[in-house]
């Protein structure tokens, strides 16, 4: 990759020529208006959003990214259609080509790898009665049961 920019929400070429080809073609306008935000240009809205924690409402118009609710819905549809996942894969693998991964820093639980075998059932759940059960927050008491905001 590029050295680091001052700017880290500016996308460099090197890696727009990575996303770009994962993106969804957009839909087409059902109605006129005003002309669509250039993707990359969303993409760094998006990125600058991210880096420096702003509202989504507060995205300055003078950065040229779009309005934050367009870099958001943009986010969303990118998000749905599993752009980052396969970014992700892409990027790995480049990585890994440039032997540039260090697996020694690397770490694996469960929620990211499935487990081999299933562990043991559980017992099935005990009956519930039709008695009710003692209360562990109230005492059965007659001055205790009553309620002051009654």
Aim: include cysteine.
């Amino acid at each position: 990759m590029a050295k680091r920019n001052s700017r880290p929400w500016i996308v460099s070429d090197e890696l727009w020529s990575l996303v770009e080809p994962l993106l969804p073609l957009p839909a087409p306008k059902l109605v006129s208006g005003r002309p669509r935000v250039p993707d990359r240009q969303a993409l760094c809205g998006i990125l600058f959003v991210l880096h420096t924690g702003i509202q989504w409402e507060y995205l300055p118009q003078e950065l040229g990214f779009g309005s934050g609710m367009t870099c958001w819905r943009r986010l969303a549809t990118w998000n749905e259609a599993g752009v980052w996942d396969q970014l992700h894969l892409v990027l790995l693998k480049k990585l890994r080509s440039a032997k540039q991964l260090d697996w020694s820093r690397a770490v694996i639980d469960s929620s990211h790898v499935r487990a081999a075998r299933r562990g043991p059932k559980a017992d099935p759940a005990r009956s519930t009665e039709r008695v009710r059960a003692a209360s562990t927050t109230s005492s059965s008491t007659d001055r205790a049961s009553r309620s002051p905001c009654r």
